[in-house]
């Protein structure tokens, strides 16, 4: 089962920094915090992963709180292509399964 | 070279009809997997493969018989299908269990 809670849906405006939480408060010291996103009719794509400390690659920024129960991410300067769905998934990285939860629909509007 | 390529895109099928899907990586990664996505849902795994072994079947029904034939392919056989098994399959791969997912585009099954 999901072990994360994300909101269904979120509008930002294009150019504007987007914001996606999300609540993992039964996370395992051992467990990561992945993402993905999947647009419209494709396969999911990876964008970021942590463990405790936050970080950056070039797609987006991961925020995890200091108790580990609740992360963001962060897309800095949404674009119309960033519209998708947007999935938090607790993931362990010793033979663990990626399951995915409902996700947050992302709405980048212009 | 670092997709994971599905065929075919699209597929009808009769419900009598045998079938197969294939998915192929070239990143040497030594487990593959396959999902089901049905529409306005969340990917649902199905099967893992590691080292070219089943690792887990998720309770799928049989009508539905994975295949890894080496490192770098994975099928999956469709037989006697039923129309609620139309969805998105995606296949995945990753350097091992634990590890980042690359994920497939997909394949469209429709089953009439």
């Known amino acids: 089962d999901a072990k994360t809670t994300q909101p269904t849906s979120m509008d930002c405006a294009e150019g504007r920094a987007a914001n996606l939480p999300c609540n993992h408060s039964?996370?395992?010291?051992?467990?990561?915090v992945y993402w993905y996103r999947q647009i419209h009719s494709q396969g999911p794509q990876y964008i970021i992963h942590?463990?405790?400390n936050n970080e950056t690659n070039e797609m987006a920024s991961l925020i995890i709180t200091e108790d580990r129960k609740s992360s963001t991410l962060i897309l800095p300067h949404a674009t119309l292509r960033d519209t998708a769905v947007y999935y938090c998934?607790?993931?362990?990285?010793?033979?663990?399964?990626?399951?995915f939860g409902q996700g947050t629909e992302l709405s980048v509007k212009p | 070279d670092t997709e994971v390529t599905q065929t075919p895109k699209h597929l009808v099928m009769g419900m009598t009809n045998k079938k197969s899907l294939k998915c192929e990586q070239h990143?040497?990664?030594?487990?593959m997997y396959w999902y089901k996505q049905k529409a306005k849902k969340p990917p649902e795994l199905m099967f893992v493969?590691?080292?070219?072994?089943?690792?887990i079947n998720e309770s799928v029904p049989s009508r539905f018989s994975p295949e890894c034939p080496n490192s770098s392919l994975l099928n999956l056989h469709l037989h006697a299908l039923q129309p609620e098994d139309s969805a998105l399959y995606l296949c995945?791969?990753?350097?091992?269990?634990?590890?980042?997912?690359?994920f497939g585009s997909g394949t469209r099954l429709t089953v009439v």
């Open positions: 039964t996370i395992s010291g051992n467990e990561y």
């Open positions: 493969y590691s080292y070219e072994k089943l690792s």
């Open positions: 990143m040497g990664h030594r487990a």
């Open positions: 995945a791969s990753s350097q091992d269990t634990g590890m980042g997912y690359t």
């Open positions: 998934i607790v993931f362990y990285n010793q033979g663990g399964k990626l399951i």
């Open positions: 942590g463990l405790k």
